[in-house]
């Protein structure tokens, strides 16, 4: 998301803040974070910008998107933008269609080029199973209350993401229908 906040620096919005929580970044260190350690980032996060700046703007990808929506809920915030917001996880229709690209580049002896590959075989290797449960408390924590979020909410979900499911965009949308 580093791209975006450079963007937004650079029309027109000087205070941005932009947390990494803990166990995320450059590199997956997730073992021994929990939900309750990126709540609280979030939080902090949240009140040193609302100290800066009239009104808060909160912009969440993928979990960060299940954390900004927890933010909408106990926050003052002015406008929520969700980038694939994780509220539900794992389409098993596209993760087929990804799983076959990738057959079909082993099969060719390209499995080490596919880029997806990649990605899954690094989130296999660095995410354990106890940060996806933690995940999972956050999706469960927020889950019953979007329908409290009261601020405009601009919802972004791409048609071929193999982690959050396209129908998700709907679900949250649906939250406040």
Known sequence: VEPFATYLKQNGYAETMMPTFSGHGDTLIMKGYKAKHWLMEAELAYRQLAKKVDE???????MGGLIAMYLAIRYPVKKLVLLSAAAKYVSPSQLVRDLKGVAADAIHGAV?????FQHYLYKLRHVPFTAT???MKVVKLVD?????ITCPV?????KQDGIVPSQTAQYVFSSWS
Do not use: A, D, R, T
């Open 112 to 116: 080490s080029e596919n880029k997806l």
């Open 133 to 135: 449960v933690e995940f």
């Open 56 to 62: 808060v703007v909160v912009v969440g990808f993928s």
């Open 144 to 148: 019953p209350y979007m329908e409290k």
């Open 154 to 158: 601009f919802i972004v979900q791409g």
